[in-house]
């Protein structure tokens, strides 16, 4: 059974010069290993092609059953040089909350 | 110290320069706070504040607090409620002469002392700095600030809470700062109440991570909070964060009785997560702090406890943010109606480039985008869409260039497609976009040493 990130996990994301961050939670702490195991930075990478120019990132935290996600060259520049609405990369978050993960023997 | 409070309350009162104007008075008015901390510097807010202040020398700070303080300081003065800024931008010390103005129109004179915090400011030092061997290579490009040096506008380094403790320890009631961290803002506090030395790595990790919790306003107590949206109680009226801490380092998250918003474990970790780097390194002036030992817990309604946060060591460099001068943007829009929006803009961006290549007119980029259709989400929200049903789209295309001429021509080819272009277009009451000036941010770092911070004390 598929579902998407957006019914089992919330996020936010910002920016820092031409990176995006998304900080992916869990909602329940029985979702977070899902995450850990399917959510992986080259996943995250295929599911943003076209979108970004530079390397996904992933960092782990479990004790707030969130992974946190740089995507480097997402922003057209960053900041004030960039022509994009989501300059500052506040709702590339609810982007990744698209993607669609295994629910069963996923973990 | 001679005795040491069992909590202190740290209220987080404007998360960026342009927040909400009720915010501090609710702050400082809602119940019972220590110390009241505003944020108002952003990357760019710098550069501007440094084309003011060389206009006219009085200037250069954001005016904003000074009305803010006009409203609340005889709250403030009279609940003995501190208040830490870094208001002050590229002149905190004319912020604290207008601060001190407008205490002694209020008859606050002899009530009130202010402290000043700058020395962040290096745009008078650079040259001598490049000479000496300081390079300032632009952390995300490698490249030596030489490369833009004479369009450089601001240059700031970013000092810790230090010099924000020194001011309240010399009795400063309202600390006035340039560059200080956001999270410096709340730290300070925390040190001074608490005695905690600078070197308690794991008090000074938490007190930042205090800061950065409470750095961005409501973000932290239900604003902008996507867990749950739909349920989170009146946000009208919502209640910023606020830090009660205690002398162990463990704090609690909380708001005001009868606010909205709210503040739960799903709501701060998002907060938490904003604007993340590598989490076991969150680098300040003051301290690296872990985020991994972070430990969430609700502990009662709106109430989320904070504990376990470990901490190591500051590093010998200190942040730099530089502004500098990059080139010319302008943006245009125009908006579609159905049928067949989307295909409408489509063709109008089509046509709207065939002509920039007919008039000649390269730019550094072409940006489009078609708002209501991939603006956000970009290919992946077109996978997905029932394209001839959108009752609306708009065209929304920008360029940027160094020359500003290439940038003003085109700013007159968006009009003309409302008459020679695809039919049912809208939506240009605006008029012609004007191009920009661009600031663009060149981080960097320098040697701790070189950087000498300094706290002045005003007298009302």
């Keep these: 059974m598929k579902k998407r990130l957006v019914d089992i996990a919330h996020a936010r994301s910002g920016d820092k010069g031409d990176t995006a961050n998304i900080g992916l939670i869990a909602n329940h702490p029985k979702y977070y290993p899902l995450l850990v195991k399917q959510v992986t930075a080259a996943r995250v990478a295929r599911h943003f092609r076209g979108m970004i120019k530079g390397p996904v990132e992933r960092f782990e935290l479990p004790n707030l059953r969130a992974l946190n996600f740089l995507l480097h060259g997402a922003l057209d520049g960053g900041g004030t040089i960039s022509l994009k609405t989501d300059a500052q990369g506040k709702v590339f978050s609810t982007a990744l909350l698209r993607m669609e993960i295994e629910m069963r023997g996923g973990r | ?460």
Aim: aromatic share 6%; charged share 25%.
């Design chain 2, 1 to 460: 110290m001679t005795s040491q409070p069992a909590a202190v309350r740290v209220a987080g009162g404007q998360g960026f320069w342009g927040d909400w104007l009720e915010a501090p008075y609710r702050q400082v008015t809602g119940g019972p706070v220590d110390y009241l901390m505003m944020d108002y510097l952003a990357e760019v807010t710098m550069s501007i504040l440094q084309k003011q202040k060389s206009r006219d020398a009085s200037r250069g700070y954001a005016t904003d607090f000074v009305t803010q303080m006009e409203r609340i300081l005889p709250t403030v003065v009279q609940r003995g409620i501190k208040v830490t800024a870094n208001a002050g931008g590229v002149n905190p010390r004319a912020c604290a002469l207008a601060v001190a103005e407008v205490a002694r129109r209020l008859g606050l004179e002899g009530k009130l002392t202010i402290g000043v915090v700058s020395g962040d400011d290096l745009l008078g030092r650079l040259d001598g700095l490049l000479a000496r061997g300081h390079a300032f290579k632009n952390l995300d490009t490698g490249r030596p600030l030489q490369d833009v040096r004479d369009k450089v506008l601001s240059a700031n380094a970013y000092l810790g809470a230090a010099p924000v403790v020194a001011a309240l320890q010399q009795g400063a009631q309202i600390v006035i700062t340039g560059r200080v961290t956001d999270t410096g803002l709340t730290l300070a506090p925390l040190m001074h109440a608490f005695g905690w030395a600078a070197d308690a790595w794991d008090r000074i990790a938490a007190g930042t991570v205090a800061g950065h919790i409470i750095e961005c306003g409501a973000q932290a107590s239900g604003g902008n909070c996507l867990s749950d949206w739909k349920t989170i109680p009146d946000l009208a009226s919502v209640g910023y964060p606020i830090v009660e801490a205690r002398a162990d380092g463990t704090f609690d998250l909380v708001k005001h009785p009868h606010t909205g918003g709210r503040i739960d474990v799903a709501g701060v970790t998002e907060q938490l997560v904003y604007e993340m780097g590598d989490p076991r390194e969150y680098i300040t002036p003051d301290g690296v702090a872990d985020f991994t030992t972070i430990e969430l817990a609700q502990v009662g309604k709106d109430r989320v406890r904070v504990s376990g946060v470990r901490g190591k060591p500051a590093t010998d460099k200190l942040k730099v943010s530089i502004a500098y001068f990059y080139g010319y943007k302008a943006i245009g829009t125009l908006v579609y109606a159905w049928p067949d929006a989307l295909d409408k803009a489509k063709a109008a961006d089509r046509i709207l480039r065939q002509r920039l290549r007919d008039l000649r007119l390269e730019f550094e980029a072409i940006h489009t985008e078609f708002v209501g259709a991939n603006a956000t989400h970009g290919p992946l929200a077109l996978k997905d869409l029932d394209a001839a049903g959108i009752p609306e789209v708009q065209l929304r295309i920008g360029v940027r260039s160094p020359d500003k001429e290439r940038v003003d021509r085109f700013t007159r080819e968006i009009a003309p497609l409302i008459l020679n272009g695809p039919p049912s277009v809208t939506g240009f009451a605006g008029g012609r976009p004007k191009p920009e000036e661009i600031v663009a941010y060149w981080p960097a770092l320098i040697d701790k040493p070189m950087v000498k911070p300094m706290v002045e004390v005003i007298e009302v």
